[in-house]
């Protein structure tokens, strides 16, 4: 079973600044996937990678299959990326998803 | 395109009661994952199907069951509800399923558990 680690668990950062979320898994991979989670439960799907680094807006998400540990960055945050972002692996069999705990991100204005 | 969609969204029961959630996948999509969110467990993985048949099963007991239509359309069931049942089901969908492709979720259904 794949353990999936990511820290921080809670992170608050001030309108504008550089956010890091980070996520280890035990277990190698195929394929590594960001979600978003916004109070009410909805969950979108952010990116979905398996090497390298992938852009979306003011999203970039990286990973490094070796060190097995992937990254979450958020250039210039804003009060609306406020949410729960979760990262989340395969298993081996390649269907059902172990997901990490969660980093809980606050930006204030 | 219309999204997933997922009914009901709120539900309140009883224990010893069943309940019954429905998720209308994304046209086209064959598979449907279900899953439980709760404070203390975070997202588990319950089951997965694809094109009517249970791909793969989570760690849940046998009184969660799903089945899957042949429009893509599923249904899970939870029998004999218990307190710690409480809890978000999220169903998403994919082309081509599981931990291989992009999911696009579901609000999801908020079962509460009395």
């Known amino acids: 079973k794949n353990e999936v680690e990511q820290s921080p668990q809670n992170l608050t950062a001030q309108e504008g600044e550089f956010i890091t979320i980070n996520c280890s898994y035990s277990v190698g991979i195929s394929a590594l996937h960001w979600l978003q989670q916004h109070p009410g439960g909805g969950i979108v799907s952010l990116f979905m990678l398996s090497s390298g680094k992938k852009k979306h807006g003011r999203l970039i998400a990286t990973i490094n299959i070796q060190e097995k540990h992937s990254s979450l960055h958020i250039t210039a945050s804003h009060p609306r990326d406020s949410a729960v972002y979760i990262c989340a692996v395969p298993e081996t069999s390649g269907s059902r998803l172990t997901f990490g705990e969660g980093t809980q991100l606050t930006v204030n204005p | 395109k219309a999204g997933v969609t997922q009914t009901p969204r709120y539900l309140i029961k009883t224990r010893g009661q069943q309940v019954t959630l429905s998720c209308s996948p994304i046209?086209?999509?064959?598979?449907v994952s279900w899953y439980q969110q709760t404070p203390g467990q975070g997202l588990q993985f319950l089951f997965e199907y694809f094109s009517e048949t249970q791909r793969n099963k989570g760690n849940f007991p046998g009184r969660f069951s799903g089945r899957q239509f042949s429009n893509s359309r599923s249904e899970m069931n939870v029998s004999t509800l218990e307190l710690g049942d409480s809890a978000l089901y999220l169903c998403?969908?994919?082309?081509?399923?599981?931990?291989?492709?992009?999911?696009?979720f579901g609000p999801g259904t908020r079962l509460t558990v009395l």
């Open positions: 046209s086209g999509h064959r598979s």
């Open positions: 998403a969908s994919s082309s081509l399923g599981g931990g291989q492709d992009t999911q696009y």
